[in-house]
């Protein structure tokens, strides 16, 4: 894999001992679904591809592959000290693409440090994108994906009780029943949930249906800017024809 760390992403690791980093790659799969067993087995899987090149890169040589872990340490270990490893924060499949929210720790890192950014949903987010002109990844730090990520996060957080790394689809936008994600036999477990007459009747807890955000660089007050452009140009049009 081509892969460039920038020097404000390497600087940032090498002295806080971990990053927090966005992954954004084209979904494809070996299987075509979108469940969420088969994109967070993917996410796992690139994310061990993209955290080897990055510290081969800053340590001048091949290292052995960092362990994925899908949920963070346990108390138990916590205070003892692990290898290089990525903690899996979120995946989301945006149609063609998958975003993945992770971070990265040095095996130095330390068990505080680790606690406070496990922790964390405001973190300084590193994007991993990839150079069309070039064909070759590159980590950049990216202010503007901050605040985004931070209160996506943050969101999920507040929904889905179940474990890391929590999972959306802006296809199939999902459903949560007391807190926890529902992907599979929606009619076998709350039939008639597809009409809320049919909910509230048979006494089943409607899901949660929520609308994922989309952890780009575009910012809400543009996409209100553009609404209100059109509305004005409307205005000016019927201006126009009276």
């Not at 088969?38 to 081969?56: G, H, S």
């Not at 592959?65 to 995946?91: I, K, R």
């Not at 009780?161 to 999972?167: A, D, I, L, S, V």
Request: glycine content about 4%; charged content about 30%.
């Amino acid at each position: 894999m081509q892969l460039n760390v920038s020097p404000e992403s390497a600087a940032a690791l090498k002295a806080d001992r971990t990053i927090r980093c966005l992954l954004d790659v084209k979904y494809q799969p070996a299987t075509a679904s979108r469940h969420s067993s088969v994109a967070i087995a993917y996410a796992k899987d690139l994310v061990a591809e993209f955290t080897t090149a990055i510290l081969a890169q800053l340590g001048g040589r091949q290292p052995a592959a960092a362990a994925v872990e899908a949920a963070p340490p346990s108390s138990n270990n916590a205070d003892q000290p692990t290898a290089n490893t990525t903690q899996l924060n979120a995946v989301q499949l945006r149609r063609s693409r998958m975003l993945v929210c992770f971070d990265l720790f040095l095996a130095d890192c330390g068990p505080e440090t680790r606690k406070q950014v496990d922790a964390s949903t405001e973190r300084p987010i590193h994007a991993v994108f990839l150079k069309p002109q070039d064909d070759r990844y590159q980590v950049n730090r990216n202010p503007a994906l901050d605040r985004r990520v931070a209160r996506e996060y943050a969101r999920l957080w507040t929904v889905d009780r179940g474990p890391r790394p929590f999972f959306t689809d802006d296809l199939n936008p999902p459903f949560y029943d007391d807190g926890f994600r529902i992907e599979d036999n929606l009619d076998e477990l709350y039939p008639g949930w597809r009409s809320r007459e049919g909910a509230v009747r048979m006494g089943v807890p409607e899901p949660e249906r929520r609308r994922p955000a989309h952890w780009d660089a575009e910012s809400d007050d543009a996409e209100s800017d553009d609404a209100e452009s059109d509305e004005v140009k409307s205005d000016k049009e019927e201006e126009g024809d009276q």
